[in-house]
Nanobody, 116 residues
């Protein structure tokens, strides 16, 4: 099983950034895919999630209207489009796959820094 994030880096406030997560080794279409982030000194928090069936999405309030999560079941990828990022969006972003208890996987994380 692998979840490999990419696309992190330095972005200016008000810019845009796209994170991607490539999945392999499990039945991707069964899993709810999510992006979490962890800022220095803070707990890891859910940013956005997209369910396996129907593609229902949910977002933490602070990113609603700015971030969009997508999944491509054929390519087994999930992405996070970050528009108008703010300095408080800085952190390590993690991709997570969840199906049922005991069937949960995490990526290694990718650093996002929002700064001018």
């Amino acid at each position: 099983v692998q979840l490999v994030e990419s696309g992190g880096g330095l972005v200016q406030p008000g810019g845009s950034l796209r994170l991607s997560c490539a999945a392999s080794g499990f039945s991707f279409t069964f899993y709810t895919m999510s992006w979490y982030r962890q800022a220095p000194g803070k707990e890891r928090e859910l940013v956005a999630a997209i369910r396996s069936a129907g593609g229902t999405t949910n977002y933490t309030d602070s990113v609603k209207g700015r971030f969009t999560i997508f999944r491509d079941n054929d390519k087994k990828t999930v992405s996070l489009h970050m528009n108008s990022p703010k300095p408080e969006d800085t952190g390590v972003y993690y991709c997570r796959a969840y199906w049922i208890p005991g069937r949960e996987f995490w990526g290694q994380g990718t650093q996002v820094t929002v700064s001018s």
